[in-house]
């Protein structure tokens, strides 16, 4: 089955405690990207990816950062989470200049206390 | 900077009945994608629906259809028949390529279904 997982689903923390939210794709898409979804604002990415090890800054990137060592995986790093970064967050994936449509993980609901 | 603004943060309809979610977005481009997703209580982003600018034919899927108006840039989400589970939050958003294929999204509607 076609799809875009990520892990954990749900994460509390305390501020500073650097974590990993990791991203997997099995459709061997080129393009990778991370949303964070707030109230009232819709959906803002975070970093995306057109391709392994090219990553580029999107729209909200203070706090995060991101790596593309190999095609189907894209983690999102904390190093030092601070509570404005409570949020959910969303992998997204989509094939390339061809295929603008993107498909989106299931989400990952994270607080910072 | 593209934007995508949806006026109703939440609308009602019947169930069985007909319901319109706007949406209007800005953008100096010309060749672009805009998408409707909808977002239920699992928080899961599901595509509805997509329409290329290129066509001027709107896009269907069984009972959503969409209303483009390229010159208006306006984009809106038509439900028929509407049923309890399409209640949810939908998000309409604007993609294009050249932006790192970065989809800018309204902030969202509530749509509640009544039986």
């Known amino acids: 089955e076609a799809q875009v997982t990520q892990n954990p689903r749900y994460l509390i923390t305390v501020t500073g405690k650097k974590l990993t939210v990791t991203c997997s794709q099995n459709m061997n898409h080129e393009y990778m990207s991370w949303y964070r979804q707030d109230p009232g604002l819709g959906l803002r990415q975070i970093y995306y990816s057109m391709n392994v090890e090219v990553t580029d800054k999107g729209d909200v990137p203070e706090g995060y950062k991101v790596s593309r060592k190999e095609k189907r995986n894209f983690p999102l790093i904390l190093e030092s989470p601070s509570p404005n970064q409570t949020s959910l967050y969303f992998c997204?994936?989509?094939?390339?200049?061809?295929?603008?449509?993107?498909?989106f993980g299931p989400g990952t609901r994270l607080l910072v206390l | 900077a593209q934007t995508v603004t949806q006026s109703q943060p939440e609308m009602s309809v019947q169930e069985a009945e007909t319901v319109t979610l706007s949406c209007t977005y800005d953008t100096s481009e010309s060749d672009y994608y805009l998408f409707w997703y909808k977002q239920p209580p699992s928080r899961q982003m599901i595509l509805v629906i997509r329409q290329e600018a290129y066509k001027q034919q709107n896009a269907t899927e069984n009972r959503f259809s969409v209303n483009f108006q390229k010159a208006a840039k306006s984009f809106s989400l038509k439900i028929s028949d509407s049923q309890l589970g399409d209640a949810a939050m939908y998000f309409c958003a604007y993609g294009h390529m050249e932006y790192g294929n970065k989809l800018v999204f309204g902030a969202g509607t509530i749509l509640r279904v009544k039986s």
């Open positions: 997204a994936s989509s094939s390339g200049w061809e295929e603008e449509t993107q498909y």
